[in-house]
């Protein structure tokens, strides 16, 4: 399956000077600046472990300004030597004299980790201007002179535009890295072509994040049937003439302020699609505390509504069952409360178990798949937002500006000669 940019395998990165953008932004203590999760660093552990022996500088960010786990990556840099088996030496800058020193004195196998990206005004403030404004920044201009090939490993940043994601690729070859590769060739496989019957499953708080999925997978046909569950199948159901109660509806427009103009679209989707967007037949209250069923035909409800019930779990789990892709995001309930995870989990259970390639991602979701140790998932995604933003169709900034590197540099791949008959 061919990309339409570089990656690592185009490029002779042996013995060069590699700059490579990871997002290794990670959950950390803000008391004790403990990293509590690993997940991301590892995943860029094993890209670097496909790289062959060059001088690698690593680029990343943690959190942003402003929030309590905004802070430098030292700690992040004795994961990664600790995970490798390898030294990564830390660099508390990113393109001053020191900096640009330590990168000049590197050696084949050597590994850097420079300072926080967002600790430098321009990775913030510049975000989304012209690529032109992006690569005459400090940090692209300086840093390229010492870099002869910039790696994009950040898929969960696919959906930014900051200098250290898309200002080099007009200066210097540049290329997706191991985890960018493996993560777009995941979703291709399930929107450009994807084996029928097609399932979508969308749950959760965003509802206008899988609003935007819906519309743009069912619009391109990349779908035969979307499964809706947690708020965003309460949409569906209030879209559709059901009376949710006066906690749920009150809740809803709490929680969302665009909840007309969302529930307009729902009524559009099932107008446009006849059949293709299922939503909840039974569900579980909260009632004080206790888990309390409701059919449908039951609603208004007089108790807020915290998961799906068991003829809903049991007709998505048989569609589950029987689709040759699955595409999932997002709880069925609040699944953090012990007594409404059931239907999270029998869902996810039922991906797990299917013979369907199944790609799966955001962070709850990431989450109940760790806790629950569902390890038959094809691909579970690194990305939220990024994932979101891919599925719904809008443009990928990181993609955009690997593609024109790739056309810029092309010549410095030469065509395979052909063979003489």
């Known amino acids: 399956m061919e990309l339409p940019f570089f990656t690592i395998s185009d490029l002779e990165l042996e013995g060069k000077t590699v700059a490579m953008r990871v997002d290794i932004n990670s959950p950390i203590n803000p008391d004790t600046g403990q990293i509590l999760s690993l997940k991301r660093i590892k995943e860029h552990v094993r890209s670097i472990k496909r790289l062959p022996q060059c001088k690698l500088v690593l680029l990343a960010h943690q959190s942003r300004p402003g929030k309590k786990d905004f802070t430098s990556l030292r700690e992040h840099a004795r994961e990664l030597s600790s995970l490798l088996e390898k030294r990564v030496d830390f660099i508390d800058d990113l393109f001053g004299d020191t900096a640009l020193k330590a990168v000049g004195e590197m050696k084949v196998g050597d590994i850097l980790l420079l300072e926080n990206t967002r600790f430098y005004s321009e990775d913030v403030s510049l975000k989304d201007s012209s690529l032109a404004v992006q690569e005459s920044t400090h940090i692209v201009s300086r840093l390229a002179q010492n870099i002869d090939i910039f790696v994009n490993d950040a898929f969960s940043a696919l959906h930014r535009s900051q200098p250290s994601l898309v200002g080099f690729c007009n200066i210097i070859p540049s290329c997706a890295g191991p985890l960018m590769e493996k993560e777009l060739k995941a979703l291709v496989r399930v929107m450009d072509?994807?084996?029928?019957?097609?399932?979508?499953i969308l749950g959760g708080l965003k509802v206008d994040d899988s609003i935007n999925v819906a519309e743009n997978l069912l619009d391109a046909g990349s779908c035969d049937t979307i499964l809706t569950t947690g708020v965003v199948g309460s949409m569906f159901q209030w879209a559709d003439g059901y009376d949710l109660g006066t906690p749920n509806v009150n809740f809803i427009?709490?929680?969302?302020?665009s909840t007309d103009d969302l529930l307009d679209r729902c009524k559009r989707i099932m107008k446009k699609f006849p059949g293709k967007v299922?939503?909840?037949?039974?569900m579980s209250l909260n009632d004080?505390?206790?888990?309390?069923?409701?059919?449908?035909?039951?609603?208004?409800?007089?108790?807020?509504?915290?998961?799906?019930s068991i003829d809903t779990i049991v007709r998505y789990s048989m569609i589950i069952d029987g689709a040759r892709t699955i595409i999932a995001n997002g709880p069925a309930g609040v699944f953090e409360l012990e007594a409404f995870r059931e239907g999270t989990v029998e869902i996810f259970?039922?991906?797990?178990?299917?013979?369907?390639?199944?790609?799966?991602?955001?962070?709850?979701?990431?989450?109940v798949v760790t806790q629950e140790r569902l390890r038959d998932i094809d691909h579970v995604s690194t990305g939220g937002g990024a994932l979101i933003n891919y599925l719904s169709g809008k443009e990928m900034p990181v993609l955009k500006a690997l593609r024109l590197s790739k056309?810029?540099?092309?010549?410095?791949?030469?065509?395979?000669?052909?063979e003489e008959e």
């Open 193 to 200: 072509d994807p084996e029928r019957p097609a399932v979508v």
């Open 288 to 308: 004080g505390g206790k888990r309390r069923r409701i059919k449908l035909s039951e609603l208004p409800a007089n108790a807020p509504i915290y998961d799906i």
């Open 349 to 367: 259970k039922a991906i797990n178990r299917s013979k369907g390639f199944s790609v799966m991602g955001g962070g709850e979701t990431n989450a």
């Open 278 to 282: 299922m939503y909840p037949t039974d």
């Open 407 to 418: 056309e810029k540099f092309k010549d410095m791949v030469g065509e395979e000669p052909e």
């Open 253 to 257: 427009r709490q929680e969302i302020a």
